[in-house]
C-alpha cells in the first residue's frame, strides 16, 4: 500500500511544480510591442522628413484604436484598391496602365495628386515599415508593375501610397469611428 502512495505523491508535486511555472511565465508581462494576431513584416523605404511627419498626421486622423503603426497597412490597402481599379478599367485589353499614363508624375496627376516636389535641404533616409504579410505582398506587386512601367522604386511607390491615403481620409474622414484594421479595408475597396 505504501509503495502505491508513493508515486500518487511525487506526481502531484511534479504537476504542481509545472503548472506553477506555467502560471508564472503566463502572467509575465512582456515588454515591446503588443503581439498581434498576425506578425508584421519589416519592408524597408527611404523616406522624406515631411513624408515621416504625414505618416504620424495621418495616424491621428484613423479611427480610434489605430495608430501611426497602422498607417502603412492601410496605405497600401488603398494604392492596391486604385491599382485595381485601373486594372478594370482596361480590362479588355492588354494593358494594366491606361495609355495616357506615361510616368509616375502622370499617374499622381490622373489620381488628382500634387507630384511629389524634391526637397533641396532633407535627404531621404532608410527606415523600416511594418506590414502585414498580405500588404507586404501588394506592395510587392504594386512595385513590380510600377517599376515595370516607369522605372519607380519601393520607396517612391510607398510615398504614392501615402498620397493616397492623405487624398482618401480627407474625402472620408474616419477619426473618431469604431472600426478596426478589417474594417477599414473593407471600406477602401467599397469606395
Known sequence: MKSNERPKARDKADEQKVSTLKDLLRDKPRRGR??????????????????????????????????RPDVPDVAVSVLTARLEALRSAVAGRTREIPEGVTDLESLFLLWDLAPPQPSAGA???????????????????????????FGAGRSEVFGLALALLAQFLERHPLAGAEMDLGEVREMIFRV
Open 34 to 67: 503588443p503581439r498581434r494576431m498576425v506578425a508584421r513584416q519589416n519592408v524597408y523605404v527611404a523616406l522624406r522628413p515631411e513624408q515621416k511627419q504625414l505618416m504620424d498626421a495621418l495616424g491621428e486622423r484613423l479611427p480610434d484604436g489605430l495608430g
Open 123 to 149: 535627404a531621404e533616409r532608410w527606415t523600416s515599415i511594418r506590414l502585414s504579410p498580405q500588404q507586404a505582398l501588394e506592395l510587392g506587386r504594386a512595385h513590380g508593375t510600377l517599376n515595370a512601367a
